[in-house]
């Protein structure tokens, strides 16, 4: 089993910056994808941003240019640096973990992620 844990959401104003930290633990196959997805009221989860154990990144339209994902393999963390808060970025936001071979995703509780004046 793997554990994921989310910190670093919060309210923002817009224009602002937040960065988000998911920690994984337990039985971690060493090549994974680990990334966020966000989910707003009423809408549907969607990608925000992937990297693959490789550093590999893959972002959605709408945040690049102003998203960074990284990770430390070295402590099975994944980070999402958002800058240039929208208040269309406002959503419940989801770490993930995805292993290679067997597709098994794995989810973290949830982060609320709110930007607003």
């Known amino acids: 089993q793997v554990q994921l844990v989310e910190s670093g959401g919060g309210l923002v104003q817009p224009g602002g910056s937040l960065r988000l930290s998911c920690a994984a633990s337990?039985?971690?196959?060493?090549?994974?994808?680990m990334g966020w997805y966000r989910q707003a009221p009423g809408k549907q989860r969607d990608l925000v941003a992937s990297i693959t154990s490789g550093d590999t990144t893959n972002y959605a339209d709408s945040v690049k240019g102003r998203f960074t994902i990284s990770r430390d393999n070295a402590k099975n963390t994944v980070y999402l640096q958002m800058n240039s808060l929208k208040p269309e970025d406002t959503a419940a936001y989801y770490c993930?973990?995805?292993?290679?071979?067997?597709?098994?995703?794995?989810w973290g509780q949830g982060t609320q992620v709110a930007v607003s004046s």
């Open positions: 993930y973990l995805e292993v290679n071979w067997s597709h098994r995703m794995y």
């Open positions: 337990g039985s971690i196959f060493s090549r994974n994808v």
